[in-house]
């Protein structure tokens, strides 16, 4: 099995393939601190990570906004005293797409 952590987001567009329940079953156990989420019909992997503070929050709410530029792939995040929540789903595709499953991953090694 690939490691998420080491594979590069490609670009998605609407006609992209989303995760299969196959795939995602694959992927989970390499994120095992992410959650599948529905909102608003959507399926989103989601988060929260803790810290001690705002500030070491906020240091690591600027990382993962890094790592979202590098990748060209977004997240919603929500950051607050202490705490920071990640979600990752791809617009294009209404859903998960391997994008996301990369990204939780990669911001699990932040």
């Known amino acids: 099995m690939p490691n998420l952590a080491q594979m590069k987001c490609v670009a998605a567009r609407a006609d992209s393939p989303r995760a299969t329940e196959e795939e995602i079953q694959t992927w989970l156990p390499q994120i095992p601190e992410w959650r599948i989420v529905e909102r608003d019909g959507e399926p989103q992997l989601t988060r929260q990570y803790k810290f001690k503070n705002f500030a070491d ?6 990382q993962v906004g890094a790592l979202a530029e590098a990748e060209d792939h977004h997240p919603q995040l929500v950051t607050e005293w202490g705490a920071v929540t990640v979600r990752w789903w791809t617009h294009a595709v209404k859903g998960l797409h391997r994008n996301d499953f990369i990204m939780a991953a990669k911001t699990d090694q932040l």
């Open 57 to 62: 929050a906020l240091k690591f709410t600027n």
